[in-house]
């Protein structure tokens, strides 16, 4: 694991702790949890990507 692959996972970690505590509030805000999901989804897909490559390099 790569320095950049492991700061995705605390990013998409830390978006994933934003997302639950606006789905637990009183009030939530339907926008900010659309928003949340939605970075929540690319920045999943760009360690996808990531994966992808490390093991095209490998099988290479």
Same mark, same amino acid.
């Given at each position: &694991?790569?320095?950049?692959?492991?700061?995705? &996972?605390?990013?998409?970690?830390?978006?994933?702790?934003?997302?639950?505590?606006?789905?637990?509030?009183?009030?939530?805000?339907?926008?900010?949890? *659309?928003?949340? @999901?939605?970075?929540?989804?690319?920045? @999943?897909?760009?360690? *996808?990507?990531?994966?992808?490559?490390?093991?095209?390099? @490998?099988?290479?």
């Amino acid at each position: &694991m790569t320095i950049s692959s492991f700061r995705l &996972m605390q990013y998409h970690q830390r978006i994933d702790r934003e997302l639950r505590a606006e789905i637990a509030r009183h009030w939530p805000d339907a926008f900010r949890i *659309q928003k949340l @999901k939605r970075l929540k989804l690319a920045v @999943k897909d760009r360690l *996808q990507n990531y994966a992808r490559a490390v093991r095209a390099d @490998k099988a290479q």
